[in-house]
């Protein structure tokens, strides 16, 4: 359960997201309530700089590039500052949903590289003023983060979450399908951090072993509908 204020869990440095040119990243989520700035989710972010690499949020009204209350891949850099978008309807606040982004950083237009799926099926996608880049964002040593993203400082999200999933890695739709039904990671090859969230207080990464540094978030009462 995440405040929306200060709540985060930070997890050590995944360099292997660090200019990947395949990456997945899904999560169950249920936003309790919209708060009045961009809300991050979950990713690798920077500390103290507009630096995303491949993390998930939602945006507000009048956010940049439209990102418009959207389930949003962040793709932040010095360079190139942009998004893909799920609908707007696909946030409904008290609801439990899935959310899976796949990027494939080899596509020819912006919808070849990014797909998104909700509850398992495939998303149209908005997305930014610049073009998708070809690589994610290189945020160096800084930490992925569960609960926060960063717009020159961090923006904090007001979410349950429950089984983060990453991998290096472009799931088909039919491998996010199936990770949508399940907790446990169906699929294992690539896999660089599993979260499943049901575990108090902890939020252990079962996969990586990455450290976490647990900052007030506590275990909701609810969990995802597996």
Request: charged share 15%.
């Amino acid at each position: 359960l995440l405040d929306g204020i200060n709540d985060t869990a930070t997890y050590t440095d995944i360099a292997a997201i660090d200019g990947a040119t395949n990456y997945t990243i899904c999560v169950w989520a249920k936003r309790t309530a919209a708060t009045a700035l961009l809300e991050g989710l979950v990713g690798k972010c920077s500390t103290s700089t507009w630096l995303n690499s491949g993390t998930l949020g939602s945006g507000v009204s009048g956010a940049p590039n439209s990102a418009a209350d959207k389930m949003t891949l962040w793709f932040d850099s010095s360079a190139n500052w942009t998004n893909a978008n799920m609908p707007a309807a696909t946030i409904v606040n008290g609801e439990w949903h899935h959310y899976a982004f796949t990027y494939d950083g080899s596509g020819v237009t912006d919808a070849d590289k990014v797909k998104g799926y909700w509850d398992g099926a495939a998303q149209t996608l908005s997305f930014g003023t610049l073009a998708i880049p070809a690589t994610l964002p290189n945020s160096g040593t800084d930490p992925f983060r569960i609960g926060a993203y960063n717009v020159s400082g961090l923006n904090y999200g007001q979410f349950d979450i429950g089984a983060v999933k990453a991998w290096n890695a472009t799931l088909t739709a039919a491998e996010c399908y199936n990770e949508m039904t399940s907790k446990y990671p169906c699929r294992t090859t690539n896999l660089l951090i599993w979260i499943p969230g049901d575990d108090g207080n902890a939020l252990k990464d079962y996969f990586g072993g990455n450290a976490v540094t647990i900052t007030e978030a506590v275990q909701a009462a609810a969990s995802p509908p597996f």
